[in-house]
């Protein structure tokens, strides 16, 4: 029998089952964390830190990745408030800024409410949300490519930059990477980077229901859960 | 590397993953770098994946995965040593030994590396040659020490380098 814990999010007392995460209990219940560099069914790694939430324990509040926080009896969760929603847009803006070409990433963006870039556009190729790694690694346990590398020089890379042994050419690591997933209108050009927003009218009817699950049309864009799941078709 | 040498570093050690960055230390400090084919052969015995080896070696700075010099010279760039001159005593061992930060003389007599800090602050601007630590270098106290090093019999390098600690 699957044991369950009580939890509060956002003043809403829902029972998960224990050892699931709180983005996990939190996308079960129809509460819409936003998250990007998270697989389904694989274990997490808090690397893109667009998921925080505040975890409050005894009247102090933390800010933390909810992915990486795994659920305990009578935890207090707040995924809304003013400053996860500053800080979300903030790590939202930056990893639009570092990669705008990717469909994924722009919907993210608007997912939490970036509205203007602040910082100039880089057009890398990779944000090293680290997807591609744990699929592979995770999945097909096979460890064929990883993360190479410290600070500004981390990147994603086979041993000795050589097409390793242990790959099979399944192609898994480049089905779940956002980078995959092209702008509408076309790749954009270096120079010509913008903030999407075409799909801004979509985020009328979030805004009236902070938190919660529109199914938002984003989801298919950066292969949200509740997509991955099939709740809907 | 030899293999024997390689064989009883691994002695001892074989399957247990745990084991890899003592591994990989002592290779580092037997030949200075960790070769490629000493990382091949440590993913087999180690049963850890050649990924994993790779990126343990490439993250840590302590190991450096192209060959270095029978001296290695390393400027402090912190702070301290900044304004104190590092950038003039960095340009000296560049242009005396004629070669680029992080790479090694043709030779293979010296290499020239930059660190952020040695935490000897109050000393600065600091230098280590193969791991002893020399204070307040300048310009001209460098050029004597390169050359010092330079003429020095090779056999004999690994020994006499504490004549040299102050």
Request: proline residues 5%; glycine residues 10%.
């Amino acid at each position: 029998m699957i044991q369950r814990v009580a939890i509060k999010i956002d003043g809403m007392i829902i029972r998960a089952p224990k050892g699931t995460s709180v983005l996990d209990a939190a996308l079960d219940y129809g509460i819409c964390i936003p998250h990007l560099c998270r697989v389904p069914y694989l274990s997490d790694i808090g690397a893109c830190r667009l998921c925080i939430v505040e975890h409050v324990v005894n009247g102090r509040s933390k800010i933390t990745t909810s992915c990486t926080l795994l659920v305990k009896e009578d935890m207090v969760i707040l995924s809304n408030t003013e400053e996860v929603r500053k800080l979300r847009r903030n790590i939202a803006e930056l990893i639009v800024a570092e990669a705008p070409n990717s469909r994924a990433i722009q919907d993210v963006a608007l997912r939490c409410g970036v509205k203007e870039v602040r910082y100039p556009f880089r057009n890398s190729d990779c944000i090293l949300c680290g997807r591609c790694v744990s699929v592979c690694t995770g999945r097909f346990g096979v460890k064929a490519i990883g993360f190479v590398g410290r600070g500004n020089e981390r990147r994603v890379e086979t041993p000795f930059n050589m097409r390793s042994e242990l790959c099979r050419d399944c192609g898994a690591c480049i089905d779940v990477c956002p980078m995959a997933v092209v702008p509408c209108g076309g790749p954009m050009k270096t120079g010509e980077e913008r903030l999407c927003g075409n799909c801004e009218p979509k985020m009328a009817f979030a805004e009236q229901t902070p938190g919660f699950c529109v199914w938002c049309d984003l989801g298919e864009g950066f292969q949200c859960e509740r997509y991955a799941m099939g709740l809907r078709k | 590397m030899t293999h024997f040498k390689l064989t009883s570093i691994l002695e001892g050690r074989r399957s247990q993953p745990h084991q890899l960055i003592e591994v990989l230390q002592d290779v580092q400090e037997h030949c200075g770098y960790i070769p490629e084919e000493a990382m091949r052969t440590i993913s087999k015995e180690l049963g850890v994946p050649l990924t994993e080896v790779y990126s343990v070696a490439s993250f840590y700075k302590a190991f450096s995965l192209k060959p270095r010099g029978k001296n290695v010279i390393t400027v402090c760039t912190g702070t301290a040593c900044h304004v104190r001159g590092a950038k003039m005593v960095l340009n000296q061992a560049i242009g005396q030994l004629n070669v680029a930060p992080g790479e090694m003389t043709e030779d293979g007599l010296f290499s020239v590396e930059h660190v952020n800090c040695l935490g000897a602050c109050a000393l600065g601007p600091v230098v280590t040659e193969n791991g002893s630590c020399h204070h307040h270098m300048n310009p001209g106290k460098l050029r004597k020490l390169i050359g010092t090093l330079g003429s020095r019999p090779t056999e004999e390098g690994s020994y006499e380098k504490n004549q040299y600690h102050q």
